[in-house]
């Protein structure tokens, strides 16, 4: 029943700028958390920024001061603004949400991802 719908996602040269965006919608009791995920051919999905119920933020070393994710928690949507991109930065980026469709159970679900590329 939940559903995790990506956009933004684009070509862009080195050093612009996307926003990602991503709405959970469906039967959705609470959320604990969500956040970005992305994998480039022949890497391990990684773990780009992270924003939990409470405020709290993560981010990968190489995404600190380029990166910024924020939430909007009455539309059950998070945001990651991306400035300054390199062409490292060319993935299929995930959305991520750990939530509750029910009171006593909590699980991840993901987003059918959306493809970044920066151009040198």
């Known amino acids: 029943q939940v559903q995790l719908v990506e956009s933004g996602g684009g070509l862009v040269q080195a050093g612009g700028s996307l926003r990602l965006s991503c709405a959970a919608s469906?039967?959705?009791?609470?959320?604990?958390?969500m956040g970005w995920y992305r994998q480039a051919p022949g890497n391990e999905r990684e773990l780009v920024a992270r924003?939990?119920?409470?405020?709290?933020?993560n981010y990968a070393d190489s995404v600190k001061g380029r990166f910024t994710i924020s939430r909007d928690n009455a539309k059950n949507t998070v945001h990651l603004q991306m400035n300054s991109l390199k062409p490292e930065d060319t993935a299929v980026y995930y959305c991520?949400?750990?939530?509750?469709?029910?009171?006593?159970?909590?699980?991840?679900?993901w987003g059918q991802g959306t493809q970044v590329t920066v151009s040198s």
């Open positions: 991520q949400a750990t939530l509750k469709v029910v009171p006593t159970s909590s699980r991840s679900y």
């Open positions: 469906g039967s959705i009791f609470s959320i604990n958390a």
């Open positions: 924003i939990t119920s409470g405020g709290s933020t």
